[in-house]
């Protein structure tokens, strides 16, 4: 499994895109990237995951470097209820291995 | 919502007590996760269960123990309780098909006195 590095915080204006790096310099040739978040003491909530090729969804879009050693992950318009700690994630099989993640504060 | 439903949502015991935690996975899904998280850190895998066996455990002790039952509905057993026990355990469904996402329920948040 890839150990992924975040920043510890981020801090992002309401209505403007948020734009949340992550470096996966080990990830193997097969292993998937996941994002998830996590409101304050809830659940993760999955956001997207993708191999090689970009990936957009309802929520988010996910830019992976052609090498695969980072990749972005993209809140077009950031509102309040965006404010979370996000996770990149890498993994091979059910395993999910979660490092400290970025605090994301999308302020007024 | 994401159709995993976690029981307790909140928990107290003793040091030294057993307690034990369920989780309904989600309609389809065969797999459920178990993780453990303290507070201000990530979730940390405690181990899987699929098909009613367990399918790979983090580096947790043996007191941490589990069960799959065969609705796919999972327990997870914590025997004789310490104080760093305490936090918020997450139970994740998915399925087995190569790269799905998993959906966690809200915790179970355990504080152990």
């Known amino acids: 499994d890839a150990k992924t590095t975040q920043p510890p915080s981020m801090d992002c204006a309401e209505g403007r895109a948020a734009n949340l790096p992550c470096n996966h310099s080990?990830?193997?040739?097969?292993?998937?990237v996941y994002w998830y978040r996590q409101i304050h003491s809830q659940g993760p909530q999955y956001i997207i995951h993708?191999?090689?090729n970009n990936e957009t969804n309802e929520m988010a879009s996910l830019i992976i470097t052609e090498d695969r050693k980072s990749s972005t992950l993209i809140l077009p318009h950031a509102t309040l209820r965006d404010t979370a700690v996000y996770y990149c994630?890498?993994?091979?099989?059910?395993?999910?291995?979660f490092g400290q993640g970025t605090e994301l504060s999308v302020k007024p | 919502e994401t159709g995993v439903t976690q029981s307790p949502t909140h928990l107290i015991k003793t040091r030294g007590q057993q307690v034990t935690l369920r989780c309904s996975s989600q309609?389809?899904?065969?797999?459920v996760s178990w993780y453990q998280q303290a507070l201000g850190q990530g979730p940390q895998f405690i181990f899987q269960?699929?098909?009613?066996?367990?399918?790979g455990r983090g580096n947790f002790p043996p007191r941490f123990s589990g069960l799959q039952f065969p609705n796919y509905s999972s327990e997870l057993n914590v025997n004789a309780l310490e104080l760093d026990d305490s936090a918020l355990y997450l139970c994740?469904?998915?399925?087995?098909?190569?790269?799905?996402?998993?959906?966690f329920g809200q915790g179970t948040r355990l504080t152990v006195v």
């Open positions: 994740a469904s998915s399925s087995q098909r190569i790269n799905t996402e998993a959906f």
């Open positions: 080990t990830i193997s040739g097969n292993e998937y």
């Open positions: 993708g191999l090689k």
């Open positions: 994630i890498g993994h091979q099989g059910g395993k999910l291995i």
């Open positions: 309609s389809g899904h065969n797999t």
């Open positions: 269960y699929y098909r009613e066996e367990e399918n």
